[in-house]
């Protein structure tokens, strides 16, 4: 299989607070891994694709500031939302791509965040 | 730039009405195309895929075939089920893009009654 996991599934936060969401590839090593968040009843905005041991490349609009993404190891990738603020609240989707240049992702169960 | 279009939700059917779900793309590349499944909270979930014109993606009942004529990827299937309500994502990844990101349509949401 390919699973990927999302912790936590859900957040509730005051405004101005930093909240970090965990992304795992659990039965496989991710080269890249996808960030995107979705809105209700929208589809989904990619935010920032991040590779292992480097730097994540921000898609146009996406403040890299204040969503700090950090690719530690093969199977590890977080997202910190910096003084978080109620316009933040959302659904946080990861996903993750398998090597061997395949071009399919598999997905987390996603995080909803609120910021109060 | 690379985009998918959906036709507008939501979609309500009867058990075993036939389903077809437009989708259409514009690329510069030569996109693999997808469709993902979300079902009610769920993370999203590949359905099927096809990587090159012509191909035919199948799962679960569901079809769909690479038409690089009508730059089309509609999803049909024959006879739905309740279990099949969930909202269904077209997408496309340019495999001349070496990030391999997806570009998404705006979902559609299907929702079959008993």
């Known amino acids: 299989g390919a699973v990927v996991s999302q912790h936590p599934s859900w957040v509730i936060c005051k405004s101005g607070t930093s909240v970090k969401i965990e992304c795992r590839s659990l039965?496989?090593?991710?080269?890249?891994m996808f960030w995107y968040r979705q809105f209700p009843k929208q589809s989904l905005m990619l935010m920032a694709t991040?590779?292992?041991?480097?730097?994540?490349?921000?898609e146009q609009g996406v403040e890299k500031d204040k969503f700090l993404i950090n690719h530690a190891s093969l199977t590890l990738s977080t997202l910190t939302v910096t003084s978080a603020h109620p316009e933040d609240s959302s659904f946080y989707i990861c996903?993750?791509?398998?090597?061997?240049?395949?071009?399919?992702?598999?997905f987390g169960p996603g995080t909803r965040l609120t910021v109060l | 730039g690379d985009s998918v279009t959906q036709m507008e939700g939501p979609v309500t059917l009867s058990e075993e009405a036939f389903l077809t779900i437009n989708c259409t793309y514009t690329?510069?590349?030569?996109?693999?195309l997808f469709w993902y499944v979300q079902y009610p909270g769920e993370g999203l979930q590949l359905l099927l895929k096809?990587?090159?014109?012509?191909d035919k993606g199948s799962n679960k009942g569901f079809e769909a075939t690479y038409r690089k004529e009508t730059t089309s990827f509609h999803l049909e299937k024959g006879s739905v089920q309740v279990s099949d309500s969930a909202v269904y994502f077209c997408?496309?990844?340019?495999?001349?893009?070496?990030?391999?990101?997806?570009?998404f349509g705006s979902g559609t949401r299907l929702l079959v009654r008993p």
């Open positions: 996903s993750a791509r398998k090597g061997g240049g395949l071009d399919t992702q598999y």
């Open positions: 039965d496989f090593q991710a080269t890249t």
């Open positions: 991040s590779n292992e041991g480097s730097k994540a490349t921000y």
């Open positions: 690329a510069t590349g030569y996109p693999s």
């Open positions: 096809a990587t090159k014109a012509d």
């Open positions: 997408a496309l990844s340019d495999r001349m893009d070496s990030s391999y990101k997806l570009i």
